[in-house]
């Protein structure tokens, strides 16, 4: 376990310019030390005068914000911190898993087609209201100067990451998460795509011929990919020769879905027959080429944001 202090600047340095972390570490440490020794000069143990000079300092977010010169303000000061919190943890899964719940229930009512579309759409309208009604309601809260009568900062909430790492232990999990899921939907659309067979079964969604060798593949290749995201997390931030693994990475499983997509070996013909809106027209050619263009974009994004956080890391 790491001590206060170092939950402390660990914290403050997370939201301070990297090329000035190393010098504001150095300054804040030793401010930190000074203060704790007069406390011990007047008899206070170690411990006691370590918590009473960090409670003193205050919340490091506020902190961090005056070593940035960054003014807390759009709802106001007074409750700034605490809309930026709330509104970072409601929009971290209320939209999504609206969408996911609207896209199911669309499918359900027999238009598969339009579940991902309609999905996305409403996770989109439900961040949207999320941002615009609880910036309003802080905003009121603010100017009217209610007291909302919220706890004030201690010690206590610090977190127990190294002041060196730039990979919250959340995102370490969401990103596993999201991959199991995607693992777990690979075998689970065989049976259930809510397109019946009329044999009292459902149509694959994926053409079940690629079980034979190409998903095996993908999931291995998932599977990999959860390596790699402890394996960041363990070093603490992205470093040149994990960029390179993980750009390996997407391109070991967007260069086949691609190329079975645009080859028509990904979605099941029989799935594409019984689905009427996908028969009619150019409707099939839009749907590849959505998928398509999203699996390039979700690849070169993961890509591009794992150069920039090694970039932004660097010492």
């Not at 809260?141 to 959340?170: F, K, M, Q, Y």
Request: hydrophobic share 50%; proline share 4%.
């Amino acid at each position: 376990m790491t001590s206060l202090t170092d939950r402390y600047l660990a914290a403050t340095l997370r939201s301070v310019p990297v090329a000035r972390r190393e010098e504001i570490a150095t300054e804040l440490r030793a401010s930190i030390d000074d203060m704790i020794e007069a406390h011990t000069a007047d008899g206070q143990d170690t411990a006691t005068a370590e918590r009473e000079v960090l409670t003193e300092l205050g919340d490091p977010a506020q902190l961090a914000a005056r070593y940035a010169d960054r003014r807390l303000y759009l709802v106001g000061p007074r409750y700034y911190l605490a809309w930026e919190r709330l509104l970072k943890r409601l929009l971290t899964f209320l939209p999504a898993t609206v969408g996911i719940v609207v896209g199911l229930l669309e499918a359900l009512d027999g238009n598969a087609g339009g579940a991902i579309g309609t999905g996305i759409t409403t996770a989109l309208w439900v961040a949207v209201q999320l941002a615009f009604w609880v910036t309003l309601v802080f905003a009121v809260l603010e100017r009217t100067n209610v007291d909302l009568n919220l706890p004030g900062w201690s010690v206590d909430r610090l977190s127990e990451e190294r002041a060196d790492r730039h990979i919250p232990l959340t995102d370490t999990c969401a990103s596993i998460v999201w991959l199991l899921l995607v693992i777990a939907y690979l075998p689970w659309q065989h049976y259930r795509s809510f397109v019946p067979d009329g044999t009292g079964g459902d149509v694959p969604v994926l053409d079940p011929a690629l079980w034979n060798f190409w998903l095996p593949i993908l999931i291995a290749v998932l599977v990999l990919c959860i390596g790699l995201e402890i394996v960041t997390y363990r070093v603490g931030r992205w470093t040149w020769p994990l960029v390179a693994m993980n750009a390996v990475l997407n391109l070991a499983f967007a260069a086949p879905v691609v190329w079975l997509l645009s080859t028509d070996r990904l979605i099941n013909p029989e799935l594409v027959q019984r689905v009427d809106w996908l028969a009619e027209g150019d409707n099939l050619d839009t749907v590849t080429a959505a998928v398509v263009s999203g699996t390039v974009l979700v690849a070169l994004w993961d890509v591009v944001d794992s150069a920039v956080k090694a970039y932004r890391s660097r010492t």
